[in-house]
């Protein structure tokens, strides 16, 4: 191995370990007409980490590529892969996706971090009084619990946290997930490949055979995982999953819409929850760096099972569950600004 050379696997080397110190969740290695340039996903943010010499970005991806085991020949079609590499005594894994451009190619490398990280439950939802309050009636009641919002609201953390809290030896988990963010001991994970046909309704239907307490669905996207899910609840079993709605309320004609019957979707349902991320308040803070998350909790009582049966129009279900406690969204973006 040549000095060139030597320098580059270092090169990269230190990129991913200063990812992994500044708590990063994507890093960006980009080829612009001028310069390589290298930027970190912190708390939602990218911000630039280094803009060096155009020359140094091809071995650098040649290098990312090796550490997946990619094709480095193919650099007109996207490749994805992992890899893993021990970063402070632990090992940390990347998802890679490599992207051709006009310039060279661009890669993302995504960094999985261990359940280590996992936020604690308790911590997470003390934003919201209906979440915590309703906590033990989430995590333990048979049902679905829904999460919502958009891509980056933190969703999937939200997720994780509730399954670390429920792991022990007596419960069996099982997760399937598109991709897999954390590895989690003691749960037993599914990564979906839709190429091959493992697709959420799929697996979701293996599960089921499978003997699980609790089942995590990564997203419910389609009308079959939708009622699988409504099917697996009825039935006695425990199912957290997301779902792409802009509210907790507006999860409902969401469902509706996918093709879940409105008396099964009434009795399966638990609780919806829509997330996002606001900053962190800087009063009376010396590292107001981060983000925390705000939650919108839609607890089904006996009077919302009704609505949904009754087909009653979503703004009046909003009216109800705010009547009963429900703290919407808005509010905690008032009081961020």
């Not at 699980?212 to 009825?234: N, S, Y």
Request: overall charge negative; some cysteine; aromatic content about 6%.
């Amino acid at each position: 191995m040549n000095g060139d050379e030597q320098a580059i696997i270092k090169f990269v080397d230190d990129a991913l370990c200063n990812a992994v110190h500044l708590d990063a969740s994507d890093i960006h290695f980009e080829i612009f007409e001028s310069d390589f340039a290298i930027r970190y996903r912190v708390d939602g943010m990218l911000r630039d980490h280094a803009a060096v010499n155009k020359d140094i970005g091809g071995p650098v991806m040649r290098r990312l590529k090796v550490l997946a085991n990619l094709n480095i020949a193919e650099y007109r079609l996207p490749q994805d892969g992992n890899f893993v590499q021990r970063i402070d005594g632990s090992s940390v894994e990347f998802r890679i996706s490599t992207l051709p451009t006009q310039f060279g190619e661009s890669v993302v490398l995504r960094v999985l971090q261990s359940n280590k990280n996992i936020i604690d439950i308790h911590q997470l939802c003390k934003s919201d009084s209906v979440f915590e309050k309703n906590l033990e009636k989430i995590m333990h009641g048979r049902g679905i619990t829904l999460l919502t919002g958009p891509t980056g609201c933190g969703k999937t953390t939200t997720l994780y946290s509730i399954s670390n809290e429920l792991n022990r030896d007596d419960i069996k988990i099982l997760t399937c997930e598109d991709p897999i963010e954390y590895i989690v001991d003691g749960i037993s994970q599914s990564s979906i490949n839709a190429d091959i046909g493992f697709s959420f309704d799929s697996v979701l239907r293996s599960f089921l055979r499978h003997d699980p307490d609790i089942i995590l669905v990564g997203e419910i996207r389609d009308r079959e995982t939708a009622e699988l899910a409504v099917r697996a609840a009825l039935t006695g079993h425990t199912i957290f999953s997301t779902l792409h709605a802009n509210d907790a309320v507006n999860a409902i004609p969401r469902l509706l819409d996918l093709g879940v019957d409105k008396n099964m979707l009434a009795e399966a349902v638990v609780c919806i929850i829509a997330q996002r991320l606001v900053p962190n308040d800087a009063i009376s803070q010396e590292n107001s760096r981060g983000r925390r998350a705000v939650f919108e909790t839609l607890m089904i009582s006996e009077e919302l099972k009704h609505a949904i049966k009754s087909s009653m129009p979503t703004k009046s279900i909003l009216a109800l569950a705010m009547g009963q406690g429900m703290v919407p969204l808005s509010k905690f973006f008032q009081n961020s600004h």
